[in-house]
């Protein structure tokens, strides 16, 4: 009994549970220094990661990226890229004026959420 306590102890523990993923700069999703709290390799965001990205920031994917639950905050945007493709398991919520901007091919192929 005191084996499974303490196991559970640990998993509530883990930053990787409750840590938030949030973007601490414009740029691109997969380069870690563009994040603070992060799970992931490197420290980009994980498919575990609750990720937000704030007032200001604007992030690009053009490769896989992945997270939990997606917010955008204030002028926060996501541009995902030709090529790109973001995967969230839970809830993509859109607050404040910030914008999901998806390329298609081509330069006149562009939607904004």
Same mark, same amino acid.
């Given at each position: 009994?005191?084996?499974?306590?303490?196991?559970?102890?640990?998993?509530?523990?883990?930053?990787?549970?409750?840590?938030?993923?949030?973007?601490?700069?414009?740029?691109?999703?997969?380069?870690?220094?563009?994040?603070?709290?992060?799970?992931?390799?490197?420290?980009?965001?994980?498919?575990?990661?609750?990720?937000?990205?704030?007032?200001?920031?604007?992030?690009?994917?053009?490769?896989?990226?992945?997270?939990? =639950?997606? +917010?955008? &905050? #204030? !002028? %926060?945007? /996501?541009? *995902?890229?030709?090529? $790109? @493709?973001?995967?969230?398991?839970? =809830?993509? +919520?859109? &607050? #404040? !004026? %910030?914008? /999901?901007? *998806?390329?298609?091919? $081509? @330069?006149?192929?562009?939607?904004?959420?």
């Amino acid at each position: 009994m005191k084996k499974r306590i303490l196991i559970l102890a640990l998993l509530a523990c883990s930053p990787s549970l409750w840590a938030a993923c949030v973007a601490s700069t414009s740029g691109a999703w997969t380069t870690g220094g563009n994040w603070t709290g992060c799970a992931g390799a490197g420290g980009v965001p994980a498919a575990t990661d609750a990720v937000t990205i704030g007032n200001t920031f604007s992030m690009t994917c053009n490769g896989a990226c992945a997270a939990s =639950t997606l +917010t955008t &905050a #204030g !002028t %926060g945007s /996501l541009e *995902i890229q030709s090529g $790109g @493709t973001v995967t969230v398991t839970t =809830t993509v +919520t859109l &607050a #404040g !004026t %910030g914008t /999901l901007l *998806i390329d298609g091919s $081509g @330069t006149d192929r562009k939607s904004v959420v």
